[in-house]
């Protein structure tokens, strides 16, 4: 169980100047819960950069750092709380990156094993924990290998994976060079624990200079992304469209 955040501006910009001093502050102290690791991915001119480590964001000079100090146009960040048993150090920590584009994931997936089948042999290879979230990224990648669009391969992943059933949610980020994706996918029957009933919901809020889009628990002034939907902001020009999955399944 994590929570997300990833956003989009026509200039770069600070997370602090981005979100101002109280929203930054509520959203980095929701790293009381998920305190098992933080990472951040920013958008390069033809790459991403990831910066993570295996420690609390609310304790981390370097998160900090990160959110006050350094600006980006297109970026990411995503708070883990480990679940199923899962280790927590850096190789489990979110985003993962294969160099081009950057992904992280809210929910579970069970057991995380079962997402091999969809991976690759090249894909295979470039896993380094053991985390359902990693194979997740991974089932992405392979499609993306066969020549799948961004979107296509989300929206092929999610299919896949959920024709099994066996998830709490699938809800992730996806950043390139050039877009951020946004899955919105969760079971709403599935167990929530002592989790608020919009645990798995995703919001954004759009401005005339940026796109914010976010796991729950923090801001205000936010729109629902139905469940069931694709995100896709563009960068620069802050195009926005919102796609119901079946309807890309059915185009692809």
């Known amino acids: 169980m994590c929570r997300l955040l990833g956003w989009a501006t026509r200039v770069p910009t600070t997370l602090l100047d981005l979100l101002g001093e109280g929203d930054l502050d509520d959203f980095t102290e929701l790293s009381c819960k998920h305190g098992d690791g933080w990472g951040l991915a920013r958008a390069r001119a033809a790459e991403v950069e990831v910066h993570k480590q295996a420690d609390a964001a609310r304790m981390s000079d370097d998160f900090a750092d990160w959110a006050r100090g350094r600006a980006s146009d297109l970026g990411m960040v995503h708070l883990r709380r480990a679940t199923l048993g899962l280790d927590v150090r850096i190789e489990n920590t979110h985003p993962f990156t294969d160099g081009r584009m950057a992904f992280a994931h809210n929910g579970s997936i069970f057991p995380p094993a079962s997402l091999d089948r969809l991976l690759s042999t090249e894909a295979q290879k470039l896993r380094h924990g053991n985390t359902d979230s990693e194979r997740y990224f991974l089932a992405v990648l392979s499609h993306l290998q066969e020549g799948a ?10 299919a896949e994976i959920a024709a099994d059933g066996s998830f709490t949610s699938l809800n ?18 599935a167990p929530l624990d002592d989790e608020d009933a919009d645990y798995f919901n995703l919001r954004y809020r759009v401005s005339h200079d940026a796109v914010v889009v976010a796991s729950t628990g923090w801001g205000q002034n936010w729109h629902n992304l139905p469940n069931g939907s694709l995100l896709t902001v563009q960068r620069q ?15 692809s």
């Open 237 to 251: 020009s802050l195009d926005l469209s919102i796609t119901a999955l079946e309807d890309l399944v059915g185009a």
């Open 172 to 189: 992730c980020f996806l950043l390139t060079p050039d877009e951020l994706y946004a899955v919105c996918r969760f079971d709403p029957a």
């Open 149 to 158: 669009t961004p979107a296509e391969a989300l929206t092929e992943s999610v």
